[in-house]
């Protein structure tokens, strides 16, 4: 009996031990790319149904212009991933296209399709700095770049959340750079807000971008965001060299 029973003990364990290579499985290896490009898009009430909707159209059009194609296929991998949230309030970001490879037309379409398809909400405050930490934790999900960028666009300044230099200051720290894009809002501020508010280009210039080679792109007016977003995302994927401030006009 004992015989019997060490031997079917002894069976399990070979049994177990069989079984346990078939159990561990190796870490998924992240695909590589020339870039990581989180697209991060303001949705904060200053923001109108209008230009939400300029907004979302810029990037799809920026998505489906051959120019962008052309200048990811020149990169040394040739393929760039690709994701974008909307943001609003320090606690509310919204993932409305997870990462998605960019390498072909093909590829590039879909993802302007999951830009089209996606849902137009609004909420109140603007946390630039809720942006910021948000997009630092989308890095290391499905890619793995030679550069890793965040790209925040907005027309407001930062009023909800920690201080921006602080949650700029951690994705630098960790190897991000950050882009912007400011998109100057025409509609008159009353006079009390003006007094304390600096001009959002150069707030965007010196409170927001950091990191090697970072730059900012202004959309003069939200007519003017699909050429500026266009613009942007080239130079962003083809790591150009170009002024620290560029703008854009309808």
Partial sequence: MLYSALSRRGLFGAGLALATPALIRPAR???PVDVELVLAVDVSRS???EEQEMQFRGYAS???DPQLINGISRGAIGAIGITLFTWSDWNIQNTLVPWMRIGDMAEAERVAQAIDAAPRTTWLYTSISGAMAYAGQQFGQ???GTRQVVDISGDGVNNSGRPVAQARQDLLDAGVIV????VLDRTPQPPAVAAITPPLDE???DEVIGGPGSFLMVAEGFESFETAVKRKIVREVAAAPGPLVERAFA
């Fill in 62 to 64: 920026a998505f489906r």
């Fill in 179 to 182: 882009n912007g894009l400011a």
């Fill in 142 to 144: 499905a890619f793995e």
């Fill in 47 to 49: 923001v109108d149904s």
């Fill in 29 to 31: 290896a992240m695909e």
């Fill in 203 to 205: 707030y965007y210039r």
